[in-house]
């Protein structure tokens, strides 16, 4: 019923099916392991390794994703509080230590220490809270956490990019623009399943313009919002690269995603199971008898572990050309 909230649930930080389980036993993994054992956890900046991007439109639901693709509980995702600026989650193998670093008007620098990882959620939001209700900022935010059994990973949540009023519109578009210079990433290009035409979208004409096709993979977020009626033109045709709109973007892979609400009324790990329930229901339940015959291909490109795995492929084909 309208108007009920649900109840919040607390969500165990990396439980569920997060890039840093997929990458523990992959290929990428163990080089990324013998790299930190080799320079002692101080990797030289030639043998960096990719760091993830994630960029789209504004509310295109980029920070959820993040969210479920790691399973960190950090990056605000309420529907009135837009990300104002780069956050920058540092993940390291150590003892455990959490804190967060941002910078000022002045670019004085400010360390916040905390004792809880749960808390971290609160108090990016807290440092949002300090920006104008309309204010967008490119000086990141930087989230360190340091916690046993946890591997060195980046990754960046960009703000999203505004189609007015005009200044943050350009400004919105050269804080991507500036990410996306660095070849050494993975994009991950976030668009709506309810999007009508892919040419609408600023991120992917970004991607395009930046030569970064070959290291992006488009999610297609927002499955479950999906009329019925639109299920072929707007996501299977999509996922399968039948549509029109796919064959000439060349993208390393596309994925359909179903992210957690805002209302957190499941937990992350629980979500995993609630996504991948509503695409049987509402995709294999029924399905049209000229669509079996993709039955492979449509389960390739569907869910948050469908969209791991790519990620994976495309850290490996990183190791073979570099």
């Known amino acids: 019923m ?6 919040v649930k607390i969500s165990e930080f990396f439980k569920g099916k997060s890039i840093l389980e997929t990458l523990s036993s992959s290929m990428f993994g ?7 054992k080799l320079f002692e956890g101080n990797t030289p900046e030639n043998y960096q390794l990719p760091k993830v991007i994630v960029i789209g439109n504004e509310s295109t639901g980029k920070s959820s994703l993040l ?3 790691t399973k960190c509980n950090v990056f605000p995702r309420d529907h009135k509080l837009c990300t104002k600026c780069p956050i920058h989650l540092k993940l390291s193998t150590g003892k455990p230590k ?30 949002f809270n300090k920006y104008p209700v309309d204010g967008i900022s490119d000086k990141e935010i930087i989230v360190n956490i340091t916690d046993e059994n946890v591997p060195n990973f980046e990754f960046f949540d960009l703000p999203g990019i505004r189609s007015y009023p005009p200044e943050l519109a350009e400004k919105t578009m050269e804080i991507s623009k500036k990410y996306l210079q660095d070849k050494n990433s993975i994009v991950i290009c976030v668009v709506p399943s309810t999007t009508t035409r892919l040419t609408s979208c600023q991120s ?12 992006c993979i488009l999610a297609l977020t927002m499955a479950d919002r999906l ?8 996501l299977i045709s999509r996922i399968i690269g039948t549509s029109d709109e796919i064959k000439d973007l ?9 992210n957690r609400t805002h209302t957190d009324g499941k937990s992350l790990d629980e979500n995993d199971n609630a996504e991948e329930c509503w695409f049987n229901s509402n995709i294999f339940d029924g399905i049209p008898t000229e669509y079996l015959q993709h039955m492979n291909t449509i389960k390739e490109n ?8 790519k990620m994976d492929n495309l850290y490996n084909k990183f190791i073979h050309q570099e």
């Open 250 to 258: 060349g993208f390393a892979g596309y994925v359909a995603i179903v």
């Open 2 to 7: 309208w108007g009920k909230r649900a109840t």
């Open 67 to 69: 969210e479920n693709i």
């Open 204 to 215: 992917i004409a970004l991607i395009l313009e930046n030569n970064m096709r070959q290291n």
């Open 30 to 36: 163990k080089f990324r392991d013998v790299l930190h």
């Open 302 to 309: 569907i869910t948050i572990s469908k969209l791991l795995s």
């Open 98 to 127: 959490y804190f967060i670093k941002y910078f000022g008007d002045n670019d004085e620098e400010f360390v916040i220490n905390i004792q809880n990882k749960n808390d971290i959620y609160k108090e990016v939001q807290n440092i």
């Open 227 to 234: 009329q019925p009626e639109n299920v072929e033109d707007l």
